[in-house]
């Protein structure tokens, strides 16, 4: 199993400006994903953070809005950068353990974006 | 691509109700299929999963029978408690890959 310590839980952050999350798991994984949730929307994956290479965004996220670090096996951060209120929402990090294995989550961050 | 589709919400039940959330899916091959839950203030964690076509996942009174046929994974529990109340989320894994795609959720809320 992998227990995800995801912070901050919730902030309220004013347009223009950039926040960083940041996800700690207990173990080493091999795949740290990010996800969003909107209000009344279902999960969407912003990107699958790779460990010493760069992040593999999906359609309709990119990097310069969205950059991701992964250090090392065990550590990710997402930053929303100049944020507008339509980036209000969930944000998750997940990891997994490996092939065929499933899907653990972090707690989200509420993000309120005035 | 592959896509989960999911009964819209809220559902609203009384305690001991039968529930049934209905999930379908669109995926080639062979994929595995996932239900997850969030209770509220908490990130989301496994309910049940089935890997291959009739296999039925099970845990804590819930179940869900993997239908290749109708391409089904619909969510059962014979007796709901107020501790169910949560937003539950159908969600498919291609074997081809790692990522997941989930459903729109649905919400449930149990009364006493």
């Known amino acids: 199993s992998a227990v995800i310590s995801q912070k901050p839980s919730r902030d309220i952050c004013q347009r223009g400006t950039s926040l960083t999350i940041q996800c700690q798991v207990d173990?080493?994984?091999?795949?740290m994903f990010w996800y969003r949730q909107q209000p009344g929307q279902s999960l969407t994956l912003i990107a699958t953070?790779?460990?010493?290479?760069?992040?593999?965004?999906e359609s309709g996220f990119v990097i310069d809005k969205f950059p991701i670090s992964r250090p090392n096996l065990t550590f990710s951060t997402l930053t929303v950068s100049n944020m507008s209120p339509e980036d209000s929402s969930i944000y998750l990090c997940?990891?997994?353990?490996?092939?065929?294995?499933?899907?653990?989550f972090g707690s989200g961050t509420q993000l309120s974006v005035l | 691509g592959d896509s989960v589709t999911q009964m819209e919400g809220p559902v609203t039940l009384s305690e001991e109700a039968f529930l049934t959330i209905n999930c379908t899916y669109t995926?080639?091959?062979?994929?595995?299929l996932f239900w997850y839950v969030q209770y509220p203030g908490e990130g989301l964690q496994l309910l049940l999963k089935?890997?291959?076509?009739?296999d039925k996942g099970s845990n804590k009174g819930f179940e869900a029978t993997y239908r290749k046929e109708t391409t089904s994974f619909h969510l059962e529990k014979g007796s709901v408690q107020v501790s169910d109340s949560a937003v539950y989320f159908c969600?498919?894994?291609?074997?081809?890959?790692?990522?997941?795609?989930f459903g729109p959720g649905t919400r449930l809320s149990v009364l006493p």
């Open positions: 997940s990891v997994t353990t490996g092939i065929n294995e499933k899907l653990f």
């Open positions: 173990s080493q994984v091999t795949m």
């Open positions: 953070a790779n460990q010493g290479s760069e992040a593999t965004y």
């Open positions: 995926a080639t091959g062979y994929p595995s």
């Open positions: 089935a890997t291959k076509a009739d």
């Open positions: 969600g498919l894994r291609a074997n081809y890959g790692q990522n997941f795609v």
